[in-house]
T-cell receptor
């Protein structure tokens, strides 16, 4: 059974800092990995999708990497802003979609 | 485009009652799915559909039914509500399987 873990559960950083969010998974037989953002009381917004054959994807200040062999993905956020404050979730798509519990990010002005 | 629309936003049920959570998308997406989100547990897949007339079970399907008679709609039925079904329910769609998911804003369900 696929297990997805995100550490840390919460993170607080000052504005402007570069930061890395971590996602680990136990079964490397996946189709893709997605990173999402969730604001309080809202649904999830897809940030990046990495296919199993890819190593990384970039969108603006966001860069996500995937290492299937070690069961790890990272989401790198450059020059963080208060508007980046949200919960970030990763999801691994294998036999079915499995989500991590998320990392709650607070960026302080 | 409205995207993925879920109704109602909030619902309170008594144990044993039944109800249907509605989900509609206007993006002509083939893939649709339902999740529940519980504190500290992330989202868990309930049921999914890869196209009209095709549905399958996810990780936690017990107590829920789905149908997909059109591309646009994917309702989730609770047959006999239980307190363990108190949760926030999300519907999501994607153009095809293995493409980025688009989520609705959720339905917060409380079963007393």
């Amino acid at each position: 059974k696929q297990e997805v873990t995100q550490i840390p559960a919460a993170l607080s950083v000052p504005e402007g800092e570069n930061l890395v969010l971590n996602c680990s998974f136990t079964d490397s037989a996946i189709y893709n990995l997605q990173w999402f953002r969730q604001d309080p009381g809202k649904g999830l917004t897809s940030l990046l999708l990495i296919q199993s054959s890819q190593r990384e994807q970039t969108s603006g200040r966001l860069n996500a990497s995937l290492d299937k062999s070690s069961g790890r993905s990272t989401l790198y956020i450059a020059a963080s802003q208060p508007g980046d404050s949200a919960t970030y979730l990763c999801a691994v798509d294998g036999n079915d979609m499995r989500f991590g519990a998320g990392t709650r990010l607070t960026v302080k002005p | 485009n409205a995207g993925v629309t879920q109704t109602p936003k909030f619902q309170v049920l008594k144990t044993g009652q039944s109800m249907t959570l509605q989900c509609a998308q206007d993006m002509n997406h083939e893939y649709m799915s339902w999740y529940r989100q519980d504190p500290g547990m992330g989202l868990r897949l309930i049921h999914y559909s890869v196209g009209a007339g095709i549905t399958d079970q996810g990780e936690v399907p017990n107590g829920y039914n789905v149908s997909r008679s059109t591309t646009e709609d994917f309702p989730l039925r609770l047959l006999s509500a239980a307190p363990s079904q108190t949760s926030v329910y999300f519907c999501a769609s994607s153009r095809v399987y293995n493409s980025p998911l688009h989520f609705g804003n959720g339905t917060r369900l409380t079963v007393t």
